[in-house]
């Protein structure tokens, strides 16, 4: 969670610092447009654009916490929030997606879509950087469940790197 913080922090530290140049680095009065296409910096805007968006993907990422009956997840400030009783997990679906092989070190993320009562959840392993013990707190009041994920999660693994 302070991960998070700290991201989203400096991502948007960085968009606002920049913006604040943007707009007072023009002091000789010249078009906003041949400012902004001279000597690249054009490339001001596009940095702007991708970390808000790097922000903005911080803020769909769940947080997942237990208490004694229920599991509590919520989206970071609080946006959408979502108490889970035991009964109420359904079903869920395991995905397996691997970075093309052009990639330099291509990465294997597992997609987790859950399914309760109260919608559709994703969990994506590369949002977490302990996704075991994230997947152990979500399925932490229905054993079965939790280790019916984990062998699915195994036997795409090994479909998806098959032991010559």
């Known amino acids: 969670m302070f991960e998070r913080k700290l991201y989203i922090a400096i991502l948007l530290g960085f968009f606002i610092l920049s913006g604040i140049g943007m707009c007072f680095g023009n002091p000789e009065e010249i078009p ?3 400012w902004i296409s001279e000597k690249g910096r054009w490339v001001l805007i596009l940095g702007n654009l991708l970390f808000l968006f790097l922000a903005i993907r911080q803020l769909r990422i769940w947080n997942i916490s237990v208490g ?3 599991i509590y997840l919520k989206r970071f400030l609080g946006s959408k929030k979502i108490t889970l009783l035991e009964k109420e997990l359904t079903s869920f679906h395991v995905e397996l997606h691997k970075d093309p092989w052009w990639m330099k070190g291509p990465r294997t993320t597992i997609l987790i879509t859950l399914h309760t009562t109260q919608g559709t959840i994703t969990l994506n392993s590369s949002d977490y950087s302990h996704f075991d013990s994230t997947l152990a707190k979500l399925f932490s009041k229905n054993r079965q469940m939790h280790m019916e994920c984990l062998r699915k999660i195994s ?3 090994s479909k998806k790197n098959p032991r010559n």
């Open 32 to 34: 906003w447009s041949d």
């Open 68 to 70: 004694e009956n229920e």
């Open 155 to 157: 036997t795409l693994k």
